[in-house]
């Protein structure tokens, strides 16, 4: 583990996550939170140092954890990078018949890889939506959740803990596709990661939200509707099908190339994109 918060280079691995779904820019491009962590990580006086601060982000939308150890991991680990995060297995555990010990086996496979690789490993327990679905398969979600952090104590990553944080369990910090972060969600992911890795705090990012309306039944039952129109059941369509939403997607930002923050006059948009990660 790293103990000089000197980092130059940032790699990113995982899934819509950390693609940044659903923080939707004017430009249509996802921003996301290891996006926000690069941006606060190459303003740091060090950042400009030699070749500056570098950043690369592997990660696609619907891959599982077999697809990111095989497919992300050994690029990622050639980098040779300051800082890497590896967030995955969430679209496993998600899924009818799911072997969580599989999952764990490739979630340990990738971090015997990277581990050695790189300065800092930071390893995520995942936020999730709190609602039935969550309810239903949180005992695969603990399954794995703990597997991470004895993972975490073996190679000495370091563990952020987004599921134990009331505020991101909050329905009002995910998108209508219920399965990803808003922008206010990703800001506070990004911020949980940079306090992680013990740098000051620029905010409480598990400060909780003013106490909800309740939208009325009429309400409820038309964002159901629109949900499972435009979500629930195009997903349930690719898994039928054998696709996902990452099919021949590329990488979000494959190599590690100097980081060239957007211009500050850049509006960004509170709109998300109707669209399913999975």
Known sequence: MRNDLTYTSFVAVGDSFTEG???????????GWADLLAARLAALP???????????????????????????????????????????????????????????????????RLAPSCGQLVLMRSPARRGPVATRFLPRMEQLFAFIDELAAEHGAIVVDLYGAEVLGDPRMWADDRLHLTAEGHERVAEAVWQALGLPA??????????????????????????????????????????????GRPAKRPELLPYLPRPASEPESESVRHEVGG
């Not at 140092?49 to 680990?77: C, H, M, P, T, W």
Request: charged share 25%; net charge neutral.
């Open 21 to 31: 779904m659903s923080d939707l820019l004017p430009d249509g491009d996802y921003r």
């Open 46 to 112: 060090h950042a400009a140092d030699g070749d500056g601060f570098r950043y690369a982000n592997l990660a696609v939308r619907g891959k599982l954890i077999r697809q990111i150890a095989e497919s992300q991991v050994d690029a990622a680990a050639a980098m040779d990078a300051d800082l890497v995060t590896l967030v995955g297995g969430l679209n496993d555990v998600l899924r009818p018949g799911c072997d969580v010990d599989a999952v764990c086996g490739h979630l340990e496979s990738a971090v015997r």
């Open 202 to 247: 620029q905010s409480d990012w598990t400060l909780l939200l003013p106490p909800a309306v309740r939208p009325g039944w009429a309400a409820r039952r038309g964002a159901d509707l629109r949900f499972t129109r435009r979500h629930l059941l195009p997903w349930i369509g690719r898994r039928l099908t054998g696709r996902s939403s990452g099919d």
